[in-house]
């Protein structure tokens, strides 16, 4: 049988520690599918376009990769589309963990046949949150050091510094 993960975030942009994460949960299972929500409530700084894009350039440099969908409704039914049995979600710290277990045990109420994985981040990448690195951008800041190089330079691009 075909083990399939289903790491579903926003990615708005995607970090070095959402690169980590997905680089040991491919390890993990047979076929990784990262599923980039559309972000409602909330203004992205990048589109949903924008956003697949970033992954498919990091998709391309990884060995072995992995396939982007975008979805538009519970992580649970993108997760049973794309054929996963596993829900992969990184942790940082406890505020992660106390949202995180929160929402693991609705979606085991909405889907028992789908089970969540929590992978612990690195000390390396801990510190790293897509929010922070939307606020450092927005006020001049460098980023390069909390996210992959095509992602930074996407990031330059839109503030007219590349
Ligand atoms: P969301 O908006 O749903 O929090 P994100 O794109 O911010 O989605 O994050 C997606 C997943 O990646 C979440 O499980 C989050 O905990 C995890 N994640 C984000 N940043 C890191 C990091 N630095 N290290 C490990 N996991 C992370």
Avoid: W
């Avoid at 396939?67 to 406890?94: E, M, P």
């Amino acid at each position: 049988m075909t083990r399939i993960g289903f790491y579903p975030g926003s990615f708005d942009p995607p970090t070095n520690g959402h690169v980590e994460i997905i680089a040991r949960a491919v390890k993990m299972v047979d076929r990784l599918v990262v599923g980039v929500g559309a972000h409602h409530g909330k203004t992205p700084m990048f589109s949903l376009e924008e956003r697949v894009a970033m992954l498919e350039t990091i998709a391309r440099d990884s060995e072995p990769g992995f396939d982007i969908v975008t979805y538009d409704g519970l992580t649970v039914d993108a997760a049973q589309k794309a054929g996963a049995s596993l829900i992969l979600r990184g942790l940082r710290d406890a505020a992660d963990f106390a949202y995180e277990t929160q929402m693991a045990g609705m979606n085991a109420a909405l889907a028992p046949q789908v089970e969540t994985v929590f992978l612990t981040a690195s000390p390396a990448t801990c510190h790293i949150a897509a929010s922070l690195v939307r606020q450092i951008a927005d006020m001049g800041g460098d980023v390069t050091e909390f996210v992959p190089p095509s992602v930074a330079a996407r990031i330059a691009a839109r503030h007219g510094n590349s």
